[in-house]
């Protein structure tokens, strides 16, 4: 009975839009006929027509809750009382808000060039040998686990046993063959925090490795030749030729995985949830909001902290993608 | 001093072989031109020289040293692309300066040797550029630039005027041809598949079909004494009318005759055993006289006129052959003939060629060898 009715959903759904967007540009074709202004109004009628549907679903979903969450900011745990800038005011008093800020900040910088690095080189590796898709297909393959899952099959690589106990971790299986003693190396503060970046890592690396893959054949071979004949090595090339002729991919890539990482929040709840000094916003964020009781206000502050992270690397990329538009032109 | 030599070289890609144990010679300080049409595998060669492809076997020699197993860049050439295959992010100037940045000169040295070939090529005014700001012929001489600075004692073109407009490809082809000049102890090796190109600028000619090499020659031996039917039909546009004869009669001045009722004279020595012999005859469209009928010309039906002002190309099928064949004869002026007319054509004395059944040339009824 619920196949049915999500059958009829989509079909009551998709005839209203139909006979919305027939029946809006119908009426505008008929007034226009007898009221013929000017074909600019009529134009930008009809584009408002158009877009009004996504940009309420936009409105209702996107731009409400941000101010909504503006709004919640500057009240008291249950969005009742005004309490003013005292959200913010605790935040900057509070350790683990400092500390998230310094992890996310380590996680900016580590993350996204690390797998716009490793994602870079070994695309170029894997183009010369025989075996390079399959080494691409393996290298891609997490971009298909979700982030928690990816979470879980980590947890068994870091795992930790007593000393004596029989390590079913995979690194420490490896220290102990090795002779040395094992480690619990979640809980190495500063390090473990290397540790779940490298989970994200792992991830990305392949939709980088992707990317650049396909980048790569846009590269006219001539234009290589000419620099071997000129001289250069293979890494001379890479550096000099192919590095700023990716440019703009990389510019893309780096700024997907950035704007990722600001929120990532399935690792860390996924593994250590914040313990160990290795919070993050997203995750206080969701500490704050729906656990003990939860805190509007101040989850808020932190939801709102995020989004002032992202807006800037937006921003930008908006303008670059305005000034290459401009370019082309 | 920069000879290449070639000794039997093979290169196949999987299953086709594209180069067919090729020998040949380059001479230093020479222009020479590869040409044949397309898939021949003339770019190939030049790869090879280059070393941006793989040989399957023999040797190339560039100033008596095998260079087999050197890198491009050891090999001291220089190529220009068809794609120009400039550096898109690099100013003209670090385009131009990038061989000679990898090969540590110094700052000053660089500057100089830019400026010069700037100078040589008329892009002075370019070098803050970028190439996406060029126009295509812009780019070519920014391209043959690169090659210029390195100094190297070859010069490799791959087909460098292919993408170049009618008008322009006129006035670089001319602008090589100059450059060459100016560089006396630069050995130029240059693709194309345009016969025009290779008659302009070349001293020596190596016409390549399918892997193999037709004929090796200066442009007007190629042009005046073709070694094949191949060379003979590729050389000169219009091409090289060809029509199969039957040696006729022996002595001094054999008699060929196509169909029943046509003889001509082939100006050739045939023996007895020679008679009844199916064999090529070639002539080229301008060696073709308007003339009265006699004994030495043949008639032929005009099926088209295309008149150019200063000479008329003429279609016409030479009659009395069981199956027309058609051909092209090159007439100065504005003949007054048309459609459908019926006209006589003799051959210039001395400009026939001959060919036997495999296509080899005749000389005095004796296969050149």
């Known amino acids: 009975m619920s196949f049915f009715s999500l059958i009829s959903t989509v079909i009551v759904g998709v005839l209203f839009f139909v006979i919305y967007f027939g029946l809006s540009n119908f009426i505008l074709d008929l007034v226009c006929k007898f009221k013929s202004n000017s074909v600019a109004l009529e134009n930008s009628v009809r584009a ?84 390079g898709t399959i080494a ?194 | 001093m920069a000879e290449i030599q070639i000794n039997s070289l093979n290169k196949s890609f999987g299953k086709s072989r594209v180069i067919k144990n090729v020998s040949l010679c380059i001479k230093s300080r020479s222009f020479t031109v590869i040409v044949g049409p397309s898939g021949c595998g003339k770019s190939t060669l030049l790869r090879m020289i280059a070393g941006l492809e793989k040989i399957d076997s023999g040797e190339i020699k560039i100033a008596g040293k095998s260079v087999n197993d050197l890198p491009p860049k050891d090999r001291d050439i220089a190529m220009v692309f068809q794609s120009y295959a400039l550096y898109p992010h690099m100013t003209v100037f670090n385009n131009m300066a990038f061989g000679l940045k990898l090969e540590k000169k110094s700052k000053i040295e660089i500057k100089e040797r830019v400026k ?89 000619i190596i016409v390549l079909s399918e892997g193999q090499i037709e004929q090796i020659g200066s442009p007007l031996e190629l042009y005046e004494k073709p070694q094949n039917l191949f060379v003979a039909k590729f050389i000169g546009s219009p091409a090289m009318n060809i029509i199969p004869i039957e040696i006729f009669t022996k002595g001094i001045n054999s008699f060929g005759k196509i169909g029943e009722k046509l003889k001509i004279s082939l100006e050739t020595n045939f023996n007895s055993s020679d008679m009844g012999r199916e064999i090529y005859l070639g002539f080229r469209p301008e ?39 058609d051909i092209i004869a090159k007439v100065l002026g504005t003949p007054k003939i048309s459609k459908g007319d019926q006209v006589s054509f003799q051959i210039q004395k001395g400009k026939m060629h001959l060919f036997d059944e495999e296509g080899k040339r005749y000389v005095n009824g004796k296969k050149q060898v």
């Open chain 1, 48 to 131: 408002i027509i158009f877009i009004a549907p996504a940009f309420l679903v936009l409105f209702m979903f996107i731009l409400y809750p941000v101010f909504e969450t503006v709004r919640l900011s500057f009240y008291d745990k249950f969005g009742r009382e005004f309490v003013g800038w005292n959200n913010y005011l605790w935040a900057l008093n509070d350790p683990n808000f400092r500390r998230s800020i310094l992890n996310n900040l380590g996680w900016l910088l580590i993350v996204p060039t690390l797998s716009t690095f490793f994602g870079l080189v070994i695309a170029n590796l894997t183009d010369k040998i025989w075996w």
């Open chain 2, 287 to 325: 060696n073709l006289i308007l003339s009265k009928k006699d004994e030495n010309s043949f008639s032929a039906r005009v099926s088209f006129v295309e008149s150019l002002g200063e000479y008329a190309l003429v279609y016409a099928s030479v009659e009395g052959s069981s199956s027309d064949h």
């Open chain 2, 116 to 204: 010069e070939a700037a100078r040589i090529l008329q892009i002075e005014s370019l070098l803050d550029r970028k190439p996406k700001q060029l126009s295509g012929g812009q780019k070519q001489r920014v391209a043959i630039g690169r090659a210029i600075t390195r100094n190297p004692k070859v010069f490799l073109f791959d087909e460098p005027l292919s993408n170049l407009d009618a008008a322009l490809r006129v006035a670089t082809r001319i602008e090589l041809a100059n450059l060459h000049d100016s560089m006396p102890d630069a050995t130029m090796v240059y693709v194309t598949h345009d016969q025009v190109e290779a008659m302009t600028l070349a001293n020596q």
């Open chain 1, 136 to 329: 691409k297909s393996i290298i891609f393959m997490p971009m298909a686990i979700s982030f928690v899952g990816a979470g879980v099959i980590w947890k068994f690589i870091y795992d930790y046993r007593g000393t004596g106990d029989q390590q079913i971790g995979l690194l420490n299986a490896i220290v102990v063959s090795l002779g040395m003693e094992p480690q619990a190396w979640l809980t190495i503060s500063i390090w473990n925090n290397l540790f779940l970046m490298a989970i994200m890592i792992w991830i990305q690396t392949g939709l980088a490795l992707v990317i650049f893959s396909a980048a790569l054949r846009g590269i006219p071979n001539e234009t290589l030749e000419a620099a071997r004949i000129d001289g250069a090595s293979e890494f001379r090339i890479f550096w000099s030729i192919i590095i700023p002729f990716l440019e703009r991919t990389i510019l893309v890539i780096w700024t997907i995985i950035t704007i990722l990482v600001l929120k990532v929040f399935d690792i860390i709840y996924a593994m250590t949830n914040g313990e160990w000094q290795t919070e993050v916003l997203a995750n206080l964020m969701y500490d704050w909001m729906f656990r003990g009781g939860g805190d509007s206000g101040r989850g808020s502050v932190l939801a709102f902290c995020i989004m002032i992270g992202v807006i800037p690397i937006l921003v930008w990329n908006l303008y670059r993608h305005r000034q290459e538009q401009k370019n082309e032109i």
